[in-house]
T-cell receptor, first 111, second 112 residues
Framework: SQQGEEDPQALSIQEGENATMNCSYKTSINNLQWYRQNSGRGLVHLILIRSNEREKHSGRLRVTLDTSKKSSSLLITASRAADTASYFCATGSGGSYIPTFGRGTSLIVHP | NAGVTQTPKFQVLKTGQSMTLQCAQDMNHNSMYWYRQDPGMGLRLIYYSASEGTTDKGEVPNGYNVSRLNKREFSLRLESAAPSQTSVYFC???????????FGPGTRLTVL
């Protein structure tokens, strides 16, 4: 069964706008990762945030983690057409730390 | 560096046939993984290898076997393919388990 669930399932915005997608999970985690997948390609790692961290930045990406609400958000600022992709959260928990992926958010950025 | 490579890129099988999906990484990573991706289901873990010489079942291991041939290579075998195994298969590796994973380009498998 999948641990993380992304919301919304699909998001359509104009270039230059910000895109926010959320991930909720059910049990305690050790870390949470966000990945991007362009159509027909393998996943690419974006950010890893540990359970004792609240916010991380990488370029135009900002990830927050609220362990009390068991949720995370990924914000992409000033979106570009090249950001069009599916975005997945992956939670690592228990002793194995093996990430469990959600179903993803499909983001379309219109030029 | 090639990263993670997978062969073949595409494959069509008939029900009952067998095949092996190959995966290799050149990043000296300890951990390797096999996932399947189906529409609307995200990625589901089939098997993983935390380190050379070890393999463990993931969420959906039935109908599959794996071999960690050496530190570089991790193969996935379908002994008797079924239409339910039609999917896109991704191999991934990471320096250690539970951290950033690097994915291969995938193998698109169709079982008729």
């Amino acid at each position: 069964s999948q641990q993380g669930e992304e919301d919304p399932q699909a998001l359509s915005i104009q270039e230059g706008e910000n895109a926010t997608m959320n991930c909720s999970y059910k049990t305690s985690i050790n870390n949470l990762q966000w990945y991007r997948q362009n159509s027909g390609r393998g996943l690419v790692h974006l950010i890893l945030i540990r359970s004792n961290e609240r916010e991380k930045h990488s370029g135009r990406l900002r990830v927050t983690l609220d362990t009390s609400k068991k949720s995370s958000s990924l914000l992409i600022t000033a979106s570009r057409a090249a950001d069009t992709a599916s975005y997945f959260c992956a939670t690592g928990s228990g002793g194995s730390y093996i990430p469990t992926f959600g179903r993803g958010t499909s983001l379309i950025v219109h030029p | 560096n090639a990263g993670v490579t997978q062969t073949p890129k595409f494959q069509v099988l008939k029900t009952g046939q067998s095949m092996t999906l190959q995966c290799a990484q050149d990043m000296n990573h300890n951990s390797m993984y096999w996932y399947r991706q189906d529409p609307g289901m995200g990625l589901r873990l089939i098997y993983y290898s935390a380190s050379e010489g070890t393999t463990d079942k993931g969420e959906v291991p039935n109908g599959y076997n794996v071999s960690r041939l050496n530190k570089r290579e991790f193969s996935l075998r379908l002994e008797s393919a079924a239409p339910s195994q039609t999917s896109v298969y991704f191999c991934a590796s990471s320096p250690e388990r539970g951290i950033e994973q690097f994915f291969g380009p995938g193998t698109r498998l169709t079982v008729l």
